[in-house]
C-alpha cells in the first residue's frame, strides 16, 4: 500500500497502480495515466498517447527519484501504462470503488508478464540512470 501511494506521489500523473512482484525478483507496477495532469505536465490539449517519448522521460525521473535509497522491496523497477482502465464487470474495482489488486493481476497477465520479460518488453518503463 505505502509502496502504491509512493509511486503515484512521484509521479504525479497516474490515477492509479497495481503493485506487481509476489515471488518475482523485483518489484513492478501497472499503471494508468491521469490525462489532465499529463496534459498540464506537458503542454497539451490533446490527450496524451502512452508511448509519448516526453512522458517516458517524466516516469523515468520519477521511478529514479522514488528509487534513490530505497532498499529492494521498495523500489519499483519496471512500469508499464495501460490504456483500458479497471473493469467492474471483471471485479477489478470493488463495490467501494477501490482497485481489487488480486483481480488486476489476473485480469491483466499478458501485462504482468510484459513486465517481467527479458530484455523489457517494448513500452515498459524503467528508472533513469
Given at each position: 500500500g505505502s509502496l502504491r501511494t509512493r509511486l503515484l506521489s512521484a509521479a504525479g500523473i497516474l490515477s492509479d497502480a497495481v503493485i506487481c512482484g509476489q515471488d518475482a525478483d523485483y518489484v513492478a507496477a501497472l499503471a494508468w495515466i491521469n490525462q489532465s495532469e499529463a496534459k498540464k505536465l506537458l503542454g497539451s490539449t490533446e490527450d496524451v498517447p502512452l508511448d509519448d517519448a516526453r512522458l517516458h522521460e517524466h516516469l523515468n525521473d520519477a521511478l529514479a527519484?522514488?528509487?534513490?535509497?530505497?532498499?529492494?522491496?521498495?523500489?519499483?523497477?519496471?512500469?508499464?501504462?495501460?490504456?483500458?482502465?479497471?473493469?467492474?464487470?471483471?471485479g477489478e474495482i470493488t463495490d467501494k470503488g477501490y482497485l481489487n489488486q488480486r483481480r488486476c493481476l489476473e485480469c491483466r497477465a499478458t501485462e504482468v508478464r510484459a513486465l517481467y520479460a527479458d530484455p523489457p518488453a517494448a513500452g515498459v518503463i524503467t528508472p533513469a540512470g
Open positions: 527519484k522514488l528509487n534513490a535509497d530505497a532498499g529492494s522491496a521498495a523500489r519499483v523497477e519496471r512500469l508499464l501504462l495501460l490504456g483500458s482502465p479497471p473493469s467492474l464487470d471483471a
